[in-house]
């Protein structure tokens, strides 16, 4: 009798040891991030003084040109050189209402005052004012390196270093790969768009409440509110 | 029952006594044989089990100088061990008379992901089983309806005219739930504002994960893989230094980073300027400017954590090119 509990016991540890193996943890591919992704340079480089343009290869400074040749003062015409420019800036559509038409490597303030080129933010202050009183307080744009505004390593980012001053608004982007949720399957064929689990009563229910709420075609008249995050943060007020 | 329990002694020569000797002796022998199972397997990583100095060691605050530097010293020898090489360990104490503040701006996001994946890279986070930080949550717009939102959106090009992004990430709580449900006070509040984790000290209960309002807490379920070559070797013990399998880890606001001056690794990697940050306790910080005035939404305000977090909203929209047409055909 005693022998016959001891091999019941050791079989069960046998089975405990050699059994079906315990769950591993599901690892699937990890994401490919390269590191120009993630890079912190500004997103563009831009025109310190003196500016420089290369026209065939050699590297010119604006009165190079300029200096001798004299353009005309109106300033609608078609560009003969620059050609690469794309001029996309709203109503703001004449060279000279940034850059001095006399001094070509200085930026045109208001009246005949002149600005160098590392001083761009003044010049954008003429119209963008509210962005540009955010900017000088830090709540536009971007400082890299230190938090510290006191500290003389701070590097905060000048308009041009992010915006094209020719086309500023910014082009969309490529997202980066989302989160890889591993033991929940895909959730987009479970709980974004795709068929719902009805088993499971809160999957059911939110169902029911999207369909209360949300009409099945969204008519033009219904309206995505166009003020965005902005409005619905006054809705919530 | 001792009569009884001696008759059956008579019939069968097995007392009640030896029974349950025999009985618990063999299930003793067979749970250690359960217990000692991992040796077996392929994967095993003796690193698992931890040196007896890790065992011995104290919890953070209780270190002394000295004891503090045998631990780096020992976590330097196991980095270099696993990783090939030598990291910048140090123990980034917390500052004083600073308090950190996270702002972001919603009109600014695009869901790019960018602070995402440079967070990772800064902070060592496990690439396979993948943990991230921060959780960029797509919100149809008209709303800032949690409920509604997505974080596996995968759209060719952001943003998508029809939605707007909301990263989430740790809102380092003034009343942080994770720290109070904490059995072993391995994680708790330092002076400028951070919660931190003692990653030797955490026992891998996951109660903060349960408690934090804002998913911002994540468990090592399985051994943290990042590739030798993708290791980040300016490290703190409190933040990026690797973590072992069945510990939590979350956010930090970059503490190896912010606590000597620099920016957190997902403000300057952010391609919109969306991510400001700074030490609210200074009249002339970017937060302190945009606390003063901007208009703020505070993320699950009602929780009462009182988050150092900040979500902001500019006057106008931005403009990006190509997704206006689409937003003003809906709109219109």
């Given at each position: 009798m005693a022998i016959g509990i001891a091999v019941c016991f050791l079989a069960l540890a046998g089975w405990?040891?050699?059994?079906?193996a315990s769950a591993s943890f599901p690892r699937t591919e990890s994401a490919v991030i390269a590191a120009s992704d993630i890079t912190i340079d500004p997103v563009r480089t831009v025109q310190t003084d003196q500016p420089v343009v290369k026209i065939a290869g050699f590297e010119m400074h604006c009165m190079n040109c300029h200096g001798l040749f004299e353009s005309r003062p109106e300033t609608a015409r078609r560009l003969t050189q620059h050609q690469h420019i794309v001029l996309d800036h709203g109503l703001n559509d004449r060279c000279f209402n940034c850059h001095?038409?006399?001094?070509?490597?200085?930026?045109?303030?208001?009246?005949?005052?002149?600005?160098?080129?590392?001083?761009?933010?003044r010049?954008?202050?003429?119209?963008?004012?509210?962005?540009?009183?955010?900017?000088?307080?830090?709540?536009?744009?971007k400082a890299l390196l230190r938090w510290d505004p006191d500290d003389p390593g701070r590097r905060p980012l000048r308009c041009s270093e992010c915006h094209d001053p020719h086309a500023p608004a910014f082009d969309p982007l490529r997202p980066l790969p989302g989160p890889n949720t591993l033991r929940m399957g895909d959730p987009k064929d479970k709980q974004h768009g795709g068929?719902?689990?009805?088993?499971?009563?809160?999957?059911?229910?939110?169902?029911?409440?999207?369909?209360r709420h949300l009409p099945a075609e969204p008519g033009p008249s219904e309206g995505i509110d166009e003020g965005t995050a902005a409005s619905a943060a006054e809705a919530i007020r | 029952m001792t009569h009884a329990g001696s008759a059956d002694s008579d019939l069968s020569g097995v007392t009640r006594r030896s029974f349950l000797g025999t009985a618990a002796a063999v299930t003793g022998v067979a749970a250690v044989v359960t217990a000692l199972k991992p040796l077996l397997e392929a994967d095993f990583d003796p690193g698992d089990l931890g040196s007896v100095e890790q065992f011995l060691q104290k919890h953070y605050k209780e270190m002394t100088p000295l004891e503090m530097e045998e631990a780096l010293a020992r976590i330097r020898r196991q980095v270099r061990e696993r990783f090939d090489i030598e990291p910048n360990l140090r123990d980034a104490r917390s500052l004083v008379g600073v308090e950190f503040v996270y702002a972001l701006n919603l009109s600014r996001c695009i869901g790019c992901r960018r602070c995402v994946h440079a967070c990772v890279a800064e902070n060592n986070q496990s690439r396979n089983p993948e943990i991230q930080y921060i959780r960029v949550l797509e919100i149809p717009k008209g709303t800032i309806d949690i409920e509604r939102s997505d974080h596996h959106y995968d759209h060719e090009t952001v943003p998508d005219p029809d939605h707007f992004y909301m990263p989430v990430q740790c809102h380092q709580c003034a009343d942080p739930p994770c720290v109070k449900v904490c059995?072993?006070?391995?994680?708790?509040?330092?002076?400028?504002g951070i919660t931190v984790v003692d990653y030797d000290w955490c026992i891998g209960c996951r109660y903060c994960q349960a408690a934090c309002p804002y998913w911002a807490r994540r468990f090592n379920f399985a051994e943290p893989e990042i590739p030798k070559d993708q290791i980040n070797p300016d490290m703190a013990y409190l933040s990026n230094r690797p973590r072992p399998k069945g510990v939590m880890e979350k956010c930090t606001y970059c503490l190896h980073r912010t606590r000597e001056g620099r920016m957190p690794a997902c403000l300057e990697v952010c391609p919109v300027g969306a991510r400001k940050f700074g030490d609210v306790l200074d009249p002339?910080?970017?937060?302190?400017?945009?606390?003063?005035?901007?208009?703020?939404?505070?993320?699950?305000?009602?929780?009462?954590?009182?988050?150092?977090?900040f979500y902001y909203f500019d006057e106008r929209r931005p403009q990006i090119r190509e997704g206006d047409a689409a937003t003003e055909g809906a709109a219109s």
């Open positions: 405990f040891l050699f059994g079906p001095d038409n006399e001094q070509r490597d200085m930026l045109a303030l208001r009246g005949s005052k002149k600005i160098p080129y590392k001083q761009v933010a010049l954008c202050a003429k119209c963008h004012g509210p962005t540009y009183r955010d900017w000088q307080q830090g709540m536009h744009g068929e719902v689990d009805l088993k499971d009563p809160l999957r059911k229910w939110q169902l029911e409440i999207d369909n | 059995p072993v006070e391995a994680t708790w509040q330092e002076d400028d002339d910080s970017e937060v302190t400017q945009i606390l003063r005035k901007k208009r703020i939404y505070v993320l699950k305000e009602e929780a009462s954590t009182l988050p150092r977090f």
